[in-house]
């Protein structure tokens, strides 16, 4: 646990570690740890949040960040060439500097399971989401 509050969220910041920013007490919270980063552009990636163990993570997210990046310019692509529009309008509409978030989730073990949800229904504010599910 003192590893992970190296990496803490700030009080009224989104990137770090942490949950659920508490607004009320009737809000539903998701069971889950989490660290969430920009990870694009490059001059916006808040590297103080990021965790330095293990010690390849920055590099593995970066070069996963990147082939991220790439598959979005082609799906983006891809749809406006299938709805006959211009190939580069969808990229054109995210602006020179698109914003790319990473969430990183750990459902851990709940000692209540069948009271809680892992993940609460939520939309995604994103263009695109990508999952990436492990076997664990």
């Known amino acids: 646990m003192e590893e992970k509050q190296k990496y803490a969220r700030e009080p009224n910041g989104i ?14 919270l998701d069971w889950t740890d989490r660290v969430y980063l920009k990870v694009h552009p490059e001059d916006q990636r808040n590297f103080k949040v ?15 960040t990147e082939s991220l990046r790439k598959l ?3 799906i983006l692509r ?10 580069d309008c969808f990229l054109n509409e995210c602006g020179e500097k698109p914003a790319m978030f990473m969430r990183i989730n750990y ?4 000692p209540m399971p069948d009271h809680v949800l892992g993940l609460k229904p939520h939309t995604d504010g ?3 989401t990508f999952v990436l599910q492990d076997k664990e």
């Open 78 to 87: 891809a749809m406006a060439k299938s709805l006959t529009l211009e190939e």
């Open 15 to 28: 990137e770090g570690y942490g949950n659920d920013v508490i607004f009320s007490e009737n809000q539903r």
């Open 50 to 64: 990021w965790p330095q163990k293990p010690n390849d993570f920055r590099s593995i997210v970066l070069q996963y």
């Open 72 to 74: 979005n310019e082609v």
């Open 107 to 110: 459902y851990p073990p709940c």
């Open 126 to 128: 994103s263009f695109i």
